[in-house]
Antibody, heavy 120, light 110 residues
Framework: EVQLVESGGGLVQPGRSLRLSCTVS????????MSWFRQAPGKGLEWVGF??????????EYAASVKGRFTISRDDSKSIAYVQMNSLKTEDTAVYYC???????????WGQGTMVTVSS | QSALTQPASVSGSPGQSITISCTGT?????????VSWYQQDPGKAPKLMIY???NRPSGVSNRFSGSKSGNTASLTISGLQAEDEADYYC??????????FGGGTRLTVL
């Protein structure tokens, strides 16, 4: 069964850092680009960024709201994608999801999400 | 880059058809056939319903269809059913190599 499981969420103070993990199973992570998203309480979906697969350079793209603060990476040997979140702000409070890409920049398999709360 | 524009809410009776619009610009919706639609139930992860404007993933009902004209994409749900009640989001790839979403549309089945 194809599955994505996010972990690493929790309560963190403003200005601190947090790293989220997306552990995948049922497919070969190295064959796919992966994206991170977030959804603030009661709000809509926001794309955070993505990382291409290694054959496509393994490069990353980010939303303007997180560029320079968040870094997406991948360890295909461990089947885990990461998002390192630095200089966290209260407005980063959200449920964070990872998802597997399919062609055409669509996101076909999603994790269940992990909650990040940034508060003093 | 601003979010894509969707109506905040739409409603319809069982058996009817509804259409949700998603308006962007010539730098996103109008530039690429990379528009997707997602269904989200409260407290759940989104589910991909349409990709590349009009393609349905395996397992998605053929009551769901997508189209695009210029800078506006549309999701049509025919034969509305109670289980279709959910939030719907469109997304598009952009000329900046990013992805943007619409603000979401709450579908109510009357």
């Amino acid at each position: 069964e194809v599955q994505l499981v996010e972990s690493g969420g929790g309560l963190v103070q403003p200005g601190r850092s947090l790293r989220l993990s997306c552990t995948v199973s049922g497919f070969t992570l190295g064959d796919y680009a992966m994206s991170w998203f977030r959804q603030a309480p009661g709000k809509g979906l926001e794309w955070v960024g993505f990382i291409r697969s290694k054959p496509y350079g393994g490069t990353t793209e980010y939303a303007a709201s997180v560029k320079g603060r968040f870094t997406i990476s991948r360890d295909d040997s461990k089947s885990i994608a990461y998002v390192q979140m630095n200089s966290l702000k209260t407005e980063d409070t959200a449920v964070y999801y990872c998802a597997r890409h399919r062609r055409g920049y669509a996101f076909e398999i999603w994790g269940q999400g992990t909650m990040v709360t940034v508060s003093s | 880059q601003s979010a894509l524009t969707q109506p905040a809410s739409v409603s319809g009776s069982p058996g009817q058809s509804i259409t949700i619009s998603c308006t962007g610009t010539s730098s996103d919706v109008g530039a690429y056939n990379y528009v997707s639609w997602y269904q989200q139930d409260p407290g759940k992860a989104p589910k991909l319903m349409i990709y590349e404007v009009s393609n349905r993933p395996s397992g998605v009902s053929n009551r769901f269809s997508g189209s695009k004209s210029g800078n506006t994409a549309s999701l049509t749900i025919s034969g509305l059913q109670a289980e279709d009640e959910a939030d719907y989001y469109c997304s598009s790839y952009t000329s900046s190599s990013t992805v943007i979403f619409g603000g979401g549309t709450r579908l109510t089945v009357l």
